[in-house]
């Protein structure tokens, strides 16, 4: 065993991935061939010094030390592989980071993301090579895409969710090939990817080992594989066709220094700057302006915003357009007698608890107002992970600047709508990353798409690029409009085909108007979700436990 030559392996597969990776234009198809240095990798540790036994060539009997030893090495290749790619292609985490904390706390918290989803890529590998020592190979491939893929929705669903790097979101600087989103969702691409370079391992094999006819079928069979889906993408691309529901929509891009926001720059102030940018491309017969995350800033009482001078100015503002409707971030508290939620905190002057929320608030000509509260909160910085089983630990987490519940957040999607009926999907920053709670709100009657967010944390880095070019997705997921209010940059309109017909350049401060066209259908993956994500999840399970099964058996016998 040349170890050596598989670290080799495993660093060009690091490599290849990152290369594949956005915002890095015409190189996503490596994804599709991106793991093969490491199944090749695998594959030389499984085959050193083993002695295959019976008639399945996939399965191996070694000394249990060997074993042991084979095992650690797979663990430890692909661990290398995928430390690498992940804290490559995700880098900028620290940025976002270090905005709130000291730059050790920020490091310890970077490590979540760069180091966790890496862990749970290296496991699902790992698996597959221990389910490959009990069964078939080709049970085991199977078991290699589920494990992948139940470790892709585990950390889309659990407390310290980060699902940036989920495979599927490697197409998003490449929406034309995987238009079939509509169905699948983004754990259709995972699926994609993991069985092409499956195929692709295959043919190198066949193409080594095999003569004549042989070496070329598993090559004709992994051809297929990637033609087919991107021939079925490009024809859907090309004959999808909008329903004509005009809107004319205004997003606005203030330009705000993150860091100036919160202190440096009065409410006052920030208020004009958008509602003179609002004014320089609003017209007549604009519906829906559309301001970033945070774009209000100080902490507003949601029970007394009729009230609240920021709130009339806001009124004011809208009022010049008759159809208009204002949607904008704002960071917006809750006051309680009581512990009503588990994020509400104390307030020891008043004896009263409060929520405090990274909310978006519809404004419009009536005195309708509406609320929305970010729910995908960032782990460890936004919302203390598993909040109610880890509550002992709340001194050690004021210490690190958070509370207990940190961020009040609401469990369910949430949908704004208009006096004239217009539904839309409000969505804050890190939750343009979850297509099926996007897609809930779309079911729910969300016509288009409002992302509203605050780059600027991450500095003019790649992250800023990735969060735009995911948003596509979303709009093939859902087959609606998303437009994209970003308070340092990037803003953008995006049609239902995941084109972006307009963006804004990054740390420019300006206004984008367009007109978008309202979708009332539902697509399947909106109407189903992540099938392929739990159905993966399911057969995981069950192969799983075959491992220890096996196990067991043959120390029995």
């Not at 430890?76 to 730059?103: Q, R």
Request: hydrophobic share 45%; with cysteine; proline share 4%.
């Amino acid at each position: 065993m040349n170890s050596k030559q598989t670290t080799l392996l495993a660093l060009l597969s690091a490599f290849l991935m990152w290369l594949a990776w956005p915002p890095i234009p015409f190189t996503t198809p490596l994804l599709l061939v991106g793991l093969v240095p490491l199944l090749i990798a695998i594959s030389k540790i499984r085959n050193s010094n083993s002695v295959t036994t019976g008639n399945n060539a996939g399965s191996m009997d070694a000394a249990p030390g060997n074993k042991a030893k084979k095992g650690k090495q797979v663990f430890l290749t692909a661990g290398l592989t995928f430390l690498i790619w992940n804290t490559a292609c995700i880098y900028w985490v620290y940025n976002a980071v270090s905005a709130y904390n000291n730059p050790f706390v920020a490091f310890l918290i970077s490590l979540i993301p760069y180091g966790l989803g890496a862990l749970l890529m290296t496991f699902a590998f790992w698996l597959y090579y221990r389910l490959g020592q009990y069964t078939s190979k080709w049970v085991a491939y199977t078991g290699l895409i589920s494990f992948w893929i139940a470790m892709e929705y585990l950390h889309q669903t659990w407390d310290l969710a980060f699902p940036w790097m989920t495979l599927g979101n490697g197409f998003a600087a490449s929406h034309q090939l995987v238009q079939w989103y509509e169905f699948t969702g983004v754990y259709g691409g995972s699926l994609w990817i993991l069985l092409s370079n499956i195929l692709a391992f295959e043919a190198y094999q066949a193409w080594k080992t095999q003569t004549g006819k042989l070496k070329f079928k598993p090559v004709m069979i992994f051809a297929a594989v990637i033609l087919i889906p991107i021939a079925a993408s490009l024809i859907r691309y090309t004959t999808y066709t909008e329903k004509s529901v005009p809107v004319n929509v205004v997003t606005v891009q203030p330009n705000i220094d993150p860091y100036q926001k919160l202190g440096g720059i009065s409410t006052q102030e920030q208020l004009r700057v958008l509602t003179k940018l609002s004014d320089s491309v609003g017209q007549v017969n604009t519906e829906y302006f559309i301001w970033p995350e945070t774009a209000i800033p100080n902490y507003s009482d949601e029970d007394r915003i009729r009230s609240n001078p920021d709130f009339i100015l806001l009124q004011d503002f809208i009022s010049k357009y008759k159809n208009g409707t204002l949607i904008t971030g704002i960071e917006s508290i809750k006051v309680y007698n009581d512990k009503q939620t588990i994020s509400a905190k104390l307030d020891p002057n008043s004896g009263l608890y409060i929520d405090n929320f990274n909310a978006a608030m519809q404004v419009e000509n009536s005195a309708n107002v509406q609320f929305y509260h970010k729910s995908k909160l960032v782990p460890g910085v936004e919302k203390m992970p598993f909040p109610e089983t880890l509550a002992f630990l709340t001194p050690v987490f004021a210490q690190l600047g958070g509370t207990v519940g940190g961020w009040g957040w609401q469990e369910n999607p949430g949908v704004f709508y208009a006096q004239s009926g217009v539904g839309v999907a409000p969505v804050i920053c890190y939750e343009s990353l979850w297509g099926d709670w996007v897609g809930r709100s779309v079911k729910d009657g969300a016509q288009f798409i409002a992302i509203i967010t605050n780059d600027g944390w991450w500095g003019n880095t790649s992250g800023k690029d990735q969060h735009l070019l995911y948003a596509k997705l979303r709009a093939i997921e859902t087959r609606r409009w998303v437009v994209r209010s970003a308070n340092t940059g990037i803003s953008a309109f995006i049609d239902q085909k995941g084109n972006i017909i307009k963006q804004s350049k990054w740390w420019t401060r300006t206004a984008l108007k367009a007109d978008i066209n309202l979708n009332s259908d539902l697509t399947f993956y909106v109407q189903n979700g992540d099938l392929i994500a739990k159905l993966f999840t399911m057969i995981a399970v069950v192969l799983a436990l075959i491992i220890p099964y096996k196990k067991w058996v043959k120390k029995a016998v």
